[in-house]
């Protein structure tokens, strides 16, 4: 998403529908963030927050520059009103970003197995079906579709307790470095036997995106945060750290949690 937000002037006005805490740190960008969810919103939200529904967006039309969805599709109850709205609202130079799940991936099928759904009730298996209807909907073309991968962090007890779910207390672990070498043996897997163990779903990027969008398989993310990293990004800011075996691992940028790290070429190619 920050393809689009690193473009966006001073007097932009930005909606992340569906964003809980927030899907970006407002506070890094000079426009004004508006963050929206139909669940109330927390202190840690960082931005001007709104409770309603995507189906009814309480605001004039042509008000926005950029709408972000950060992973919010597959739980509206109501989609194809929701999707109307975020064209009304939306300027006709405007942007979107929206990443969703891939129904078919293992990572999405034990999310929503372990945790009886996760909410989510619109499933996606076909990009370009979604990718098309997205366009037609908020009237801006369809630039880019990237390839997201999962750390399994909702896994993470640390970091996402959910108490009540059985199922979720069995397969849930409390360990980072556990989770950090279940990631590196999908991505293992992925690499030599060209699987998607480790695919979660795609991002999409529609009308003014000024950047061009790195469309290579950022596959260093963060078992405890979920965020993902460029290789080359890690290794320039000195993130990575040491060698385990024939392993490198990298310290989050996040949050500092470690994690095995992975380079373009090594999971592209297969190479060692």
Partial sequence: ??????????????????????????????????????????????????????????FRGRAFNAVVCNHGLEH????????????RVLKRDGALF??????TTFQDRLYRWALKGGGHVNL???PGELAAMLACYTGLPHVATKILHA??????????PRPGLRRWVVFS???????????????????HFRAR???????MYFGNVPETVELRPWTNVC????????PDWLAEIGAVRRRWLFFSSFACPGCGTSNFYTRYEHFLRGTG
Wanted: include cysteine; hydrophobic fraction near 45%.
């Fill in 76 to 87: 509206f109850k109501r989609l194809k009103p929701a999707l109307q709205e975020i064209g």
């Fill in 151 to 160: 750390s399994f962090s909702f896994l993470n007890r640390r970091n996402t």
């Fill in 1 to 58: 998403m920050h393809e689009i937000l690193r473009h966006l002037p001073a007097g932009a006005l930005v909606l992340d529908l569906g964003c809980s805490a927030g899907s970006f740190d407002a506070a890094a960008f000079p426009f004004v963030t508006i963050r929206m969810d139909l669940e109330p919103l927390g202190a840690s939200s960082r931005g001007t927050g709104v409770q309603a529904d995507a189906a009814s967006l309480p």
């Fill in 124 to 126: 996606f298996d076909k």
């Fill in 98 to 103: 929206v990443s969703v799940p891939d129904a």
């Fill in 197 to 203: 163990t480790s695919v979660y779903g795609w991002a």
């Fill in 173 to 191: 672990w409390r360990c980072d470095g556990a989770l950090a070498v279940l990631t590196a043996m999908l991505r293992f897997i992925d690499r």
């Fill in 223 to 230: 078992v405890r945060c979920g965020q993902a990293h460029s």
